[in-house]
């Protein structure tokens, strides 16, 4: 099972490179855990989708329509991920530890988005540092940082 969804990510990265190597693994990657925590309250909106589209200009160097099909062929790949180990791998091996911490900070400001806090999506953005060895210190910092103001 394991290896089929692993066949699946590759090939869903591999279509959206354009190219047989997975040189966007890392992009899809980060961009599906984004995904991830806009589904949790199974309520994506707009804002969210937005966010998830800033989040990844912040931290990749991607044209607009990159941007575009990355989130798209990251809902795909989201709707067939058995767990977040496909993806959380894949930062593991590429991010430092500030990237990651940085990405902590990124899943806070969609979980944000829609100024409202839904406790699975806290329950996410906690699963997901676990899986990325972020201390609970950096946890929290990060969802105080991403907190609106006001």
Do not use: C
Not at 1 to 6: A, D, E, T, V
Not at 102 to 121: F, G, K, M, R
């Amino acid at each position: 099972m394991f290896k089929s969804l692993q066949t699946l990510f590759e090939q869903q990265v591999a279509s959206f490179a354009d190219e047989p190597e997975t040189r966007h693994s890392l992009e899809l990657a980060s961009a599906a855990l984004l995904m991830e925590i806009s589904r949790a309250d199974h309520d994506v909106s707009t804002v969210e989708i937005e966010a998830i589209s800033r989040a990844i200009k912040s931290v990749f160097n991607l044209t607009s329509d990159e941007i575009d099909d990355l989130v798209s062929t990251a809902e795909e790949v989201v709707d067939s991920a058995i767990s977040l180990y496909d993806f959380t791998s894949i930062v593991n091996e590429r991010f430092t530890r500030d990237q990651k911490i940085d990405l902590i900070q990124l899943l806070w400001q969609v979980a944000y988005a829609d100024d409202q806090l839904d406790h699975y999506e806290e329950y996410y953005v906690r699963k997901i540092a676990d899986l990325l060895h972020i201390s609970h210190s950096d946890y929290i910092r990060t969802k105080h940082l991403a907190a609106p103001t006001g």
